[in-house]
């Protein structure tokens, strides 16, 4: 079983004169240590999908297991902030923080002191490949791939092993945008994390275990070595 199981799970938006199925009777499986992808068209339901898998809101019908836990029987406000975590396009990170300061503060809400949280954020933010020069920088003082990857070591700051990703290279150029390809597959490989990650990005996606995709709100696996649409 894998650690997070996706049952016949459909997603609807009531809006005040129609409805929107996003998410169609969506089934799959996600496995710990391992890097996957989500393609597919604007519009085809991959941002909604990853919103549930985020806890940030319920499936309409269906159910997501974590751990062989139901979501809907779950903390989700604990669930995201201690076992999922999401990296955007825009990368998000707090504006008037500084690097040090975004990556600590995960761990603060968590109660851990100062001290101990900086000494873990430090240690974080070098693994993404960064050094000492950004800890006092505000996010306005750094270049898109620095950002994203203070956002990376953020996301990881909460101590979870299920790290989602929406559109994470969107913003960058292909040098940085290959970057935060490997560190998310390093993630999965060497850290054992379920990374699974929203892309129109090519590269990104030949480099993922298996490779999803969305199409009007339904799932489906693309073979490995297999071609994929996308509307990049
Ligand atoms: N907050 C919302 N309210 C109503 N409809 C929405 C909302 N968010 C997305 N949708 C609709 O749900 C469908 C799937 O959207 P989304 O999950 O964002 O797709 P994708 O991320 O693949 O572009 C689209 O038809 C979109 O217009
Ligand atoms: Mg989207």
Known sequence: MGLIEVKDVSYSYQGKYQTIEAVKNVTCSFDEGAFYAIVGHSGSGKTTLLS???????????EIYVDGSAMSALNRDRYRLKTAS???????????LTALENVTYPMQLQGRSKAEAEA??????????????????????????EQQRVAIARA???????????EPTGNLDAKN??????????????RGYAVIVVTHNEELAKQA?????????????LAKEGQHESDA
């Open 177 to 190: 945008g290959n970057m935060i390809t490997n560190q998310l597959k390093l993630l999965a490989h060497e």
């Open 86 to 96: 999401v990296v955007y396009q825009s990368f998000n990170l707090f504006p008037l």
């Open 52 to 62: 549930l898998l985020a806890g940030l809101d319920l499936p309409t019908s269906g």
């Open 120 to 145: 873990v954020a430090k240690q974080l933010i070098a693994e993404v490949g960064l050094g000492e020069k950004i800890w006092r920088r505000r996010p306005l003082m750094m270049s898109g791939g």
């Open 209 to 221: 275990d298996a490779v999803y995709m969305m199409q009007d709100g339904q799932l489906t696996t």
């Open 156 to 166: 990881r700051a909460a101590g979870g092993k299920i790290m989602l990703a929406d």
